[in-house]
């Protein structure tokens, strides 16, 4: 009997964490999609558009902060464009938790459980931690 309910509770921790990477995943995804599509506008580019693929590449090189595209930057995207080829790379060099924890704290909202058992998987700090543990690390 006490095997099982070990199970139990082991499935039960299990599938809170991957809700949570879940969400961290899909935080990333999310900013990748909306930097393709801004960067496919005719505002982000001086000459021709670019294609969806480049697009998608270029904003997916910006959040993962690897430095890799295939266009040069300095020439062929406008300063539109260019700004938000720089929002995708802070956003993925501060990490998107790290940014949804800012503002969460900026407008002074209380952070739930659920909200605390994501930022502590994408910090890897642990569970169960305070706002002001959560805090003092985001700020570090």
Do not use: H, K
């Amino acid at each position: 009997m006490a095997l099982i309910q070990s199970l139990r509770d082991f499935s039960a921790v299990l599938r809170r964490r991957l809700w949570a990477v879940r969400i961290i995943v899909l935080g990333f995804l999310g900013a990748i999609l909306v930097g393709a599509i801004l960067l496919s506008l005719p505002q982000s580019t001086v000459g021709p558009r670019l294609s969806p693929v480049d697009a998608l590449f270029t904003s997916t090189s910006g959040v993962c902060v690897t430095g890799l595209t295939v266009i040069d930057v300095g020439s062929e995207l406008s300063p539109f464009g260019q700004a938000v080829l720089l929002s995708l790379i802070q956003a993925g060099g501060l990490g998107i938790m790290t940014l949804s924890t800012f503002f969460t704290i900026m407008l002074r909202r209380r952070l739930s459980l659920a909200d605390r058992d994501v930022i502590s998987t994408s910090f890897s700090i642990g569970r169960g931690n305070s706002n002001s543990c959560i805090t003092s690390y985001t700020i570090r």
